[in-house]
């Protein structure tokens, strides 16, 4: 059997910035006034280490005017970073020249908050989001752009009182934060109720890293890898031009 990997809601950011398919978009936090006759470019921004409690409806809505909940106490996003755009940088979360100036800053952001080793995040519920100001925001000056992390939970997202992500440490990925799917093949917790697993994982780059090619690329490979209990794909992005394909198979 094979089964794709669904695209959520509030794409439009993420998939050209990280070929990264299921990236959420969000808009947090309320405008702040700023001083009389002083433009300040952070006016509305969270702040890194910030944490939010959103809905996975919310967090891929356009915008969000929701206050930062302190990190002990249940929330859904991590901030990991907030980039100051230039004057010349747009800020319209569809623009490939924004989208290209944060590729630098929140991939990097990412791989401090969690480590760096790209298959260990492909088989992983962890997933970025990309901050931009609301409308409010944009009139009163505001000119920055952030990124966070999420855990991926059967269509939402888990809510935590981790102050900070766990690190992907090991190449065996713990069941709160490893790749399973739910039955409507759904990313979601492996210490969640679920149907398959990750087994293995197929680097991708380029134009494999696609809806259409992935298919037949699982196809080929991952009963040759996992056997009789091969139960389909799950395709993640995790560099700009960088994918992972999940080889899935089912639990006993």
Same mark, same amino acid.
Request: hydrophobic letters at 40%; a positive charge.
């Given at each position: 059997?094979?089964?794709?990997?669904?695209?959520?809601p509030?794409?439009?950011?993420?998939?050209?910035?990280?070929?990264?398919?299921?990236?959420l978009?969000?808009?947090?936090?309320?405008?702040?006034p700023?001083?009389?006759?002083?433009?300040?470019?952070?006016v509305g921004?969270?702040?890194?280490?910030?944490?939010?409690? &959103?809905?996975y @409806?919310? #967090?891929?809505?356009?915008?969000l005017?929701?206050?930062?909940? %302190? $990190?002990? /106490? +249940? !929330?859904?996003?991590?901030?990991?970073d907030v980039?100051?755009?230039?004057?010349?940088?747009?800020?319209d979360?569809d623009?490939?020249a924004?989208?290209?100036?944060?590729?630098?800053?929140?991939?990097?952001?990412?791989?401090?908050?969690?480590?760096?080793?790209?298959?260990?995040?492909g088989?992983?519920?962890?997933?970025?989001?990309?901050?931009?100001?609301?409308?409010?925001?944009?009139?009163?000056?505001a000119?920055?752009?952030?990124?966070g992390?999420?855990l991926?939970?059967?269509?939402?997202?888990?809510?935590?009182?981790?102050?900070?992500?766990?690190?992907?440490?090991?190449?065996? &990925?713990?069941a @709160?934060? #490893?790749?399973?799917?739910?039955?409507?093949?759904?990313?979601? %917790? $492996?210490? /969640? +109720? !679920?149907?398959?697993?990750?087994?293995?994982?197929?680097?991708?780059?380029?134009?494999?890293?696609?809806?259409?090619?992935?298919?037949?690329?699982?196809?080929?490979?991952?009963?040759?890898?996992?056997?009789?209990?091969?139960?389909?794909?799950?395709?993640?992005?995790?560099d700009?031009?960088?994918?992972?394909?999940?080889?899935?198979?089912?639990?006993?």
């Open positions: 059997m094979s089964s794709s990997s669904p695209r959520p509030g794409t439009r950011l993420g998939l050209a910035l990280a070929v990264a398919l299921g990236v978009t969000a808009l947090l936090a309320p405008a702040a700023s001083s009389a006759g002083v433009v300040d470019p952070l921004a969270p702040a890194q280490g910030e944490c939010y409690d &959103v809905t @409806a919310q #967090a891929g809505g356009s915008s005017d929701e206050d930062p909940v %302190p $990190c002990t /106490q +249940r !929330h859904t996003v991590w901030v990991t980039v100051v755009l230039e004057g010349s940088d747009p800020i979360p623009s490939p924004l989208q290209a100036r944060l590729t630098a800053a929140c991939y990097d952001a990412r791989d401090a908050a969690i480590g760096a080793d790209l298959t260990r995040y088989r992983s519920v962890y997933q970025m989001v990309f901050f931009t100001p609301t409308q409010a925001q944009r009139d009163a000056g000119r920055w752009a952030s990124c992390l999420v991926l939970q059967a269509g939402g997202l888990v809510t935590t009182t981790r102050a900070t992500p766990a690190r992907l440490s090991s190449d065996r &990925v713990p @709160a934060l #490893a790749l399973c799917v739910d039955k409507r093949f759904r990313a979601t %917790p $492996c210490a /969640q +109720r !679920h149907i398959a697993r990750s087994k293995v994982g197929i680097p991708l780059k380029g134009a494999d890293v696609d809806l259409d090619r992935a298919p037949k690329i699982a196809e080929r490979k991952c009963p040759r890898k996992v056997g009789r209990a091969y139960a389909g794909w799950y395709l993640r992005g995790t700009p031009g960088r994918g992972l394909l999940n080889c899935m198979v089912r639990d006993r």
